[in-house]
């Protein structure tokens, strides 16, 4: 089978999985996305790969090296080649900042947060290490989290902004 049997095929899969909708003109990814992104995925040649860059590579050709297919449309589960352009990690992240999605929420804004900024003020306020009273294991127990979480609040690994 020739390498654009291959690429029919593929792109036969990719389309049957896909709603356009027609304001705007998105091609979206009604399959399986990635976590927290939003981003569409689907296995080829074996490989899991990003809808999005497997519509590139379909309709456009392959992707050449260190270079990441971005969104006109800032839609991660797009798949119309024409709301795709080609961009190095700078081009992406300036597009970023330029449409105000740069940046994850932190603190309390961030998603599933257990804990406000005043209780981790006062986990690093009240620990002591090698105090029975106030190590991890106790103030795990006390704010309803696991040790290691503390850990990571104590040493500054998490909430660092604070």
């Known amino acids: 089978m020739n390498r654009w049997a291959v690429y029919q095929s593929e792109k036969d899969k990719l389309l049957a999985n896909i709603q356009m909708i027609p304001e705007g003109g998105c091609w979206v990814w009604m399959g399986q996305c990635n976590g ?11 490989k899991r ?4 860059r497997l519509s590139w590579t379909i309709h456009r050709g392959p992707i050449p090296e260190r270079m990441f297919v971005c969104h006109h449309c800032d839609v991660p589960s797009c798949c ?21 999605r740069w940046g994850r929420p932190r603190g309390e804004d961030a998603p599933g947060v257990k804990l406000t900024a005043d209780q981790v003020r006062e986990i690093r306020a009240e620990y002591k290490p090698y105090h029975r009273e106030f190590s991890t294991i106790a103030l795990a127990k006390k704010y309803g989290m696991g040790k ?9 690994k998490t909430w660092k902004h604070l």
């Open 36 to 46: 927290g992104a939003g981003y569409g995925m689907m296995i080829w040649n074996d």
């Open 49 to 52: 790969q990003f809808t999005h």
């Open 80 to 100: 119309n080649p024409d709301h795709l352009f080609l961009g190095t990690c700078r081009e992406n992240n300036l597009d970023s900042i330029r449409k105000g």
């Open 148 to 156: 290691s979480q503390i850990h990571l609040i104590v040493t500054g």
